[in-house]
């Protein structure tokens, strides 16, 4: 019994949903990706190019998700300054393969108007 837990819980993770996300600023893209979680406090905040930071939430267990959250926020001397917040509630529906959840943001911020671009997918983790 115990031989098997190892393939269980590979079947198990590989069947979560996963959000990714490609962060875009000055050409250079990064990806973002982001399990189910029970607190949204444990999320973490990716730095981009030093600009942007970006945060995706996504709560829920195995069985449903109760809702999506993304971030984005300008980061500052002594504060990171939010400029986008889009949310994204149950029903969700995750596919065995990723799709778009997001069109192609393109947000604008701070004095010279840096622009950050993003889209997220959602799908069925595969490996």
Known sequence: MLASLPAAQATASK???LLRCNVTYA???QIVETRVSKDPYVAPIHDIGG??????VMI???KKL?????????????IDVPIHQA?????????????ALTPINYLYAGEVERELQYQCFLGLRQQ
């Open 27 to 29: 050409g250079s893209t």
């Open 15 to 17: 069947n979560q949903a």
């Open 51 to 56: 600009r942007f930071s970006f945060k995706a």
């Open 87 to 99: 949310t994204y509630k149950d029903p969700i529906k995750i596919g065995r393969k990723m799709r």
């Open 66 to 78: 109760n809702y999506i959250k993304l971030y984005a926020y300008l980061q500052g001397r002594d």
């Open 60 to 62: 829920g267990d195995h």
